[in-house]
């Protein structure tokens, strides 16, 4: 294994890989990812793939507006097909207390003007 680099990654999950790719994208070219088993392995690999636009604080909504454009072209600027589907997704709200908590995310998500599913 190597023992220098300009800039060392502990974890190899998204945040590692990306914080990687974007230093690329910037000009560093010594770059070293270190991960404990293969990059991904983590919680990275473990999520449901969902991305959510409905949240309970604006920042997160905003986020995911931010991030949107660029998992839409992830294909393009990449190389490969992350097989990204807008379908949409529903919180069912079978009591009243969830329902108005799920009534709240709904008024953080329109007063941030989160765009609606296609």
């Known amino acids: 294994m190597r023992r220098n680099a300009d800039v060392v990654i502990v974890g190899g999950g998204i945040i590692g890989a990306s914080i990687a790719y974007h230093l ?3 000009g560093v070219r010594d770059i070293l990812v270190l991960e404990r088993d293969r990059l991904g392995s983590g919680s990275t ?3 449901a793939g969902g991305i959510r636009l409905q949240f309970s604080s604006e920042i997160n909504v905003k986020l995911s507006q931010r991030s949107l454009p660029h998992i839409e072209r992830f294909a393009d600027e990449i190389g490969t097909d992350p097989h990204f589907h807008q379908v949409g997704y529903l919180f069912p709200s079978p009591r ?4 108005t908590r799920s ?6 998500g329109r007063a941030s003007a989160f765009p609606r599913a296609r």
């Open 96 to 99: 009243i207390a969830m329902s």
């Open 24 to 26: 690329t994208k910037k």
């Open 103 to 108: 009534n709240a995310r709904s008024r953080c």
């Open 45 to 47: 690999g473990k999520n």
